[in-house]
């Protein structure tokens, strides 16, 4: 079982930075992929970045590429995400997830999700 908790949304000029956290409880958390989704009200929810177990191996959906960096801390049993640039088109509210088997950008293969984190950017 793993629990996951986000924190560090707010709101962020356009142009911004924010860095969102998510602390996982749970002694196997080392061994799950971790990502990051968001869903924006009216829309549907939309893959973000995800992150192998070992955080070798990272992939960022197209919108954010270049902006945002994913990466996990074994030690503090915590994902972040470093958001740069942002735009008013990045307000959602951003969840992580939990995957153990593999890093995937479908919602539907993780099996822990997080209550999320509210992200507002301001134009």
């Known amino acids: 079982q793993v629990q996951l908790v986000e924190s560090g949304g707010g709101l962020v000029q356009a142009g911004g930075s924010l860095r969102l956290s998510c602390a996982a409880s749970?002694?196997?958390?080392?061994?799950?992929?971790m990502g990051w989704f968001r869903q924006a009200p009216g829309k549907e929810r939309e893959f973000v970045a995800h992150i192998s177990w070992s955080g070798g191996s990272t992939y960022y959906a197209d919108s954010v590429k270049g902006r945002f960096t994913i990466s996990r801390d074994h030690a503090k049993n915590t994902v972040y995400l470093q958001m740069n640039g942002l735009k008013p088109e990045d307000t959602a509210r951003y969840y992580c997830a939990a995957n153990p088997r593999y890093g995937s950008s479908r919602g539907d293969e993780y099996d822990y999700w997080g209550q999320g984190t509210q992200v507002t950017v301001s134009s």
């Open positions: 749970g002694r196997t958390f080392s061994y799950y992929a």
